[in-house]
Structure formats: C-alpha cells, structure tokens
C-alpha cells in the first residue's frame, strides 16, 4: 500500500480533491458493517487518496488492517459493489472480467455460466480466471502493456457499438 500511496501522491496535483468532488465516485465497503458506501466528496487531498487506497484494499493480499477513511476503516468496495449505478444519467459500466459490462473483453469459447458477483455480471471462464490471478500477481510488463491495449479496444468497439464515433 506505501507504494500505491507514493504513486497517487507523485500523480495527483494538489487540488485533486477539489476537482473530483461530485464527480469520482468510490465504491468502499465498511470493515465491520460489510455494508457499501460511495465517497463523492473530500476534505482534502490526502482524505481523497485515503479513499482511493481503502477502494484497493484486499484483506490478507493487501495487509491485515484495513485502510482509514473518514474515522472508520473501510475495504474495496468491489466486494460489496463492483459496479455501482449513479441514480442519474447514464453509467457505463467497465469490468477486467468478460461479462455484461459495457466495457469488457468480449468472450471467446463455449457458452459459459454466467455468476453475479457483488453486483456484476462475469462468465465463469478460465480467461477470466487468468484475469483474475493477473490482477493480484501482476504479468510482465509486455504483458501489461497488451492488456492496456486491449482494453483499449474493448473501449472503441463499446464507442462502436454506441454510434459515438
């Protein structure tokens, strides 16, 4: 977590929080409750950084205390809500996990069972098994750099698909 904390603090300007409050929403999930909330608004950079850590925080993988956060300890959200829907406009959905997200690798192969994980709909594949042990050991950087190009392309082809190009 120190280096993920060094890298938002290295790319983040000082007035980051400013610029997100009521437009970045942060999917969290209280350590005791279990219960999801989304941050939209931030005292300061470092509570705004604070949020986004907590919004990354894996128990065991990431470490054993969860992160702070407005005086009460929280955890990725995606365990309680990978993809939460803004009650106004339209949110596109975006997902690692082929599945029925707007924005997501497209599967290949057989049909697949289809499981709905804290809110998101994925294909139980063994792409997305990959996918997932990919997300906690990270690949080489070849490889990372053709994930980013594929979501890249999944991103135009949703564009595509939307007649927004």
Not at 18 to 40: C, G, M, V
Not at 71 to 96: A, H, K, N
Not at 153 to 163: P, S, T, Y
């Amino acid at each position: 977590m120190l280096e993920l904390r060094k890298g938002l603090e290295d790319i983040l300007p000082c007035d980051a929080h400013l610029r997100a409050e009521d437009r970045l929403h942060i999917s969290i999930t209280h350590s005791r409750t279990h219960r999801n909330h989304i941050a939209t608004r931030f005292h300061s950079r470092d509570e705004l950084i604070q949020a986004l850590l907590a919004s990354s925080f894996v128990p065991v993988y990431a470490g054993l205390k969860p992160v702070e956060f407005q005086g009460q300890t929280w955890i990725d959200g995606g365990f309680t809500d990978s993809l939460p829907i803004m009650p106004q406009g339209r949110t596109i959905t975006v997902s690692p996990f082929s599945g029925a997200q707007d924005i997501c690798p497209t599967h290949t192969g057989r049909s697949s069972r289809t499981l709905h994980l804290a809110n998101m709909d994925v294909h139980f594949t063994r792409q997305n098994i990959v996918r997932l042990n990919q997300a906690l050991f990270p690949p080489s950087q070849s490889r990372m750099h053709a994930l980013g190009q594929e979501g890249y392309q999944d991103a135009v082809l949703f564009l595509e698909r939307e007649h927004w190009t």
